[in-house]
Structure formats: structure tokens, C-alpha cells
């Protein structure tokens, strides 16, 4: 089975410059989470979502961030406009109802994002 | 102050020995706990549950101390393969299923 998918990879990007970071969470989970991770602050949750309504957001850290789930399958995290404090790797997670309780977060690969 | 705060070492120690991280935990509403493993650059898994009495999953051992506010975890005849981040979570009774990430032990086993 296919696991979490993000895309892209990696971005290289200039300050000023509108970022979308895409998830595919594993087919059949109801919760999605994006989370952000860097040297000095470790992996920050930014916001989760449960059957595609957002529960949470306390976490993103300012009006430049957005999240959407328009349907099961796919999550974006835009950054507009980003700056070079946002160079960071940002996961994306998913879990089943049952299973979240008990910690178990599937992670995708992560989208290591670096603004110039 | 970080909710959840852990040393971040590294912890260099050699194969076979046996080696301890703590983790602890400022709110006291804290009701879940886990530790999951990144390997370098890699994404964060899941290694396991923390459970009130105590677990044991092979070579790994989690402890709970609710008193004094810590997990522990603990591994026994450390391998080279052990070598990864080990990434003490929280999840507190307030905040729904928002996990809450230490920032990391790094773990250096060595030949």
C-alpha cells in the first residue's frame, strides 16, 4: 500500500514568492496532519484535520499560512508570501480514528522548503 | 518552555551497552505518551506506546513516572541500526489528538 505522498520533494524559493505544499494521505485515514520541523524548534504541529474539517489550527503561525482538505484525499499548506524563516521541512501525517489515540501517525517523506 | 523537553545529547555509546533517555513533560493534563524514531533525514515512525505500569517490546523499555513528570525508555544490547533521533510525544487530554514532539536524543551506536 501506498504510504503518505507528498510533494514536492524539495523547493527552493524566493522571499515574496507564493509556496504550495501537497499531501496524499493514506486511503482510508480520517485524520491529517501538517507539521513543520526545524533545527531550533523540532516538529511543530501547525494544524490537523479530522474528516477534512479543520480542528485545530492554534499552531499556524501567522496569516501567510493556509491549509485546506477539500476531500479525503489531498491537503494543501500554502505560504503567501513566504519569507526565509519558513525554510523548513514540513510534514505531512495521517492516522485512522481507531489508531490516532494510540499515536500512531503515518508520516510522508516531508517537503524540505528553502526561501532565499 | 518547550512542553516537552528532552537532552539532546548525542549519546554516543558502543554496541552491546545499554543506554537511557528521559523525557519530561510540563502539563500535568498529559494523558498519552510515545516515543517515536527518526533516522536521519527520514521521517519520524513510530517505535512505541508508553504505558502506566511500564512496557517492553524486545530490546526497548518505556517507563511512566506521572508523579515527577517523565517518560523513559530505555535500550538494552544497543546494535549500530539504533543509531537514529528518538523523539519523546505527549498528547494532553486538552488538546484533542495534537501531538506534541520533543525535539529529540540523538543516539550514536558505534562500533
Known amino acids: 500500500d501506498a504510504g503518505v505522498i507528498q510533494s514536492p520533494r524539495h523547493e527552493v524559493t524566493e522571499m515574496g514568492q507564493e509556496v504550495t505544499l501537497r499531501c496524499k494521505p493514506i486511503?482510508?485515514?480520517?485524520?491529517l496532519f501538517w507539521y513543520r520541523q526545524t533545527m531550533m524548534r523540532g516538529l511543530e504541529l501547525l494544524i490537523y484535520?479530522?474528516?477534512?474539517?479543520?480542528?485545530?489550527d492554534s499552531g499556524m503561525p501567522e496569516d501567510r499560512f493556509s491549509a485546506k482538505m477539500p476531500n479525503a484525499s489531498f491537503s494543501n499548506l500554502k505560504i503567501q508570501p513566504s519569507e526565509p524563516r519558513d525554510s523548513a521541512v514540513y510534514f505531512c501525517?495521517?492516522?485512522?480514528?481507531?489508531?490516532?489515540?494510540?499515536?500512531?501517525?503515518?508520516f510522508g517523506e516531508g517537503s524540505r522548503l528553502t526561501v532565499l | 518552555r518547550k512542553e516537552v523537553e528532552q537532552d539532546p545529547g548525542p549519546f554516543n555509546v558502543p554496541e552491546g551497552a545499554t543506554v537511557a533517555f528521559n523525557c519530561t513533560y510540563s502539563?500535568?493534563?498529559?494523558?498519552?505518551f510515545f516515543w517515536y524514531r527518526q533516522d536521519c533525514r527520514k521521517e519520524p515512525k513510530l517505535l512505541m506506546s508508553?504505558?502506566?505500569s511500564g512496557n517492553e517490546d524486545g530490546r526497548f523499555t518505556a517507563q511512566l513516572n506521572r508523579a515527577s513528570q517523565y517518560i523513559s525508555l530505555l535500550i538494552r544490547d544497543s546494535k549500530l541500526s539504533d543509531s537514529a533521533t528518538y523523539l519523546c510525544?505527549?498528547?494532553?487530554?486538552?488538546?484533542?489528538?495534537?501531538?506534541?514532539f520533543g525535539k529529540g536524543t540523538s543516539l550514536l551506536v558505534t562500533p
Open positions: 502539563n500535568s493534563a498529559s494523558q498519552s
Open positions: 486511503s482510508g485515514h480520517d485524520y
Open positions: 484535520f479530522n474528516n477534512n474539517v479543520p480542528i485545530d
Open positions: 501525517a495521517s492516522s485512522l480514528e481507531a489508531r490516532v489515540g494510540v499515536g500512531e501517525l503515518f
Open positions: 508508553v504505558y502506566s
Open positions: 510525544v505527549v498528547i494532553n487530554s486538552n488538546s484533542g489528538y495534537a501531538l506534541n
